[in-house]
């Protein structure tokens, strides 16, 4: 999915003003036996850069999922702007070896493929040099730069890019995180991001969230904050100082847990 328009239904749930995109309220989704997130609430405003950090199986993905609206079987409220545009960068993305197709062919299959933001798009995503080779032939970069280039066909309002640094060397996700702030400004839009990355992801956040176990342990703006110790205790000392400040509040109290803990 990739440019998938949500909001239309009116549903009952937290307010949106002006500015929100998307918001969450106590929401909750369970996988078998197991709640995969529990009572999060998060937010995401026009122009933000969100980043989602924690460690393997936190809920990361599924979290963008729901508030991208691929995923909707989930308690709790989440409300989406009118007519949201949603462009949507997935962490695994497949191509099939026996369907020989270029990156111009995949991205004009994309729904907004034929009339779509086509220039600026690939422009922006930096893949005109791409868009003759077969998919099949691009490296891991260059894949994730095309997919980026389709998500932005819609100009969306929200964009969401899950581990888009993964694989990625030093200068690629440097050059990564500029993009994400020029397409933040060029289309206003705002920019929700799942990473690993934890220098990169302080140095070009607005709001990051750090989720353990479904729960968003802490949250805040990483330039107001110094260490936190249960961020520390989840990420371990390899963090430069620069990298592990940011204020945060719980989201549940101490003895309120999910069946997990
Ligand atoms: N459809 C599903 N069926 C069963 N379990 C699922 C399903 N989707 C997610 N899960 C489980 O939910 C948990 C959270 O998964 P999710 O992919 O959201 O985590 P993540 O933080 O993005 O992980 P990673 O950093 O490894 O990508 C994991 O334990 C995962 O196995």
């Known amino acids: 999915m990739f440019g998938l328009t949500v909001g239309r239904r009116a549903s009952a749930g937290p307010a949106v003003d002006d500015d929100t995109l998307v918001a969450a309220q106590r929401l909750t989704v369970t996988r078998g036996q197991q709640p995969v997130l529990c009572n999060v609430d998060v937010a995401v405003k026009a122009g933000q850069v969100v980043t989602l950090v924690g460690p393997n199986g936190s809920g990361k993905s599924t979290l963008v999922q729901v508030l991208t609206g691929l995923i909707r079987d989930h308690q709790g409220q989440v409300r989406h702007r009118d007519g949201l545009r949603v462009g949507y960068v997935p962490q695994h993305f497949r191509i099939d070896r026996n ?5 111009r062919r995949f991205m004009k299959l994309a729904p907004r493929g034929r009339h779509g933001n086509w220039d600026s798009a690939v422009a922006d995503a930096g893949v005109a040099h791409l868009l003759e080779r077969p998919m099949q032939g691009l490296s891991g970069g260059e894949l994730r730069r095309v ?5 932005l066909l819609s100009r969306p309002h929200l964009l969401a890019l899950d581990e ?6 030093q200068r690629g996700q440097g050059e990564l995180y500029r993009l994400i702030r020029h397409i933040r400004e060029r289309y206003g839009c705002g920019v929700l991001v799942v990473s690993h990355d934890l220098n990169l992801v302080m140095a070009a956040t607005d709001q990051v969230l750090c989720l353990s176990e479904g729960h968003i342990l802490c949250r805040g703006a990483p330039e107001s904050v110094r260490a936190h110790p249960e961020y520390l205790a989840l990420f371990g000392s390899h963090l430069g100082p620069e990298t592990a400040v940011f204020p945060h509040a719980h989201d549940h109290e101490p003895g309120e847990h999910c069946s997990h803990g």
Do not use: N, V
């Open 164 to 169: 888009p640094a993964a694989g990625l060397d």
């Open 147 to 151: 997919l980026l280039a389709r998500a």
């Open 99 to 103: 369907l020989p197709i270029t990156a």
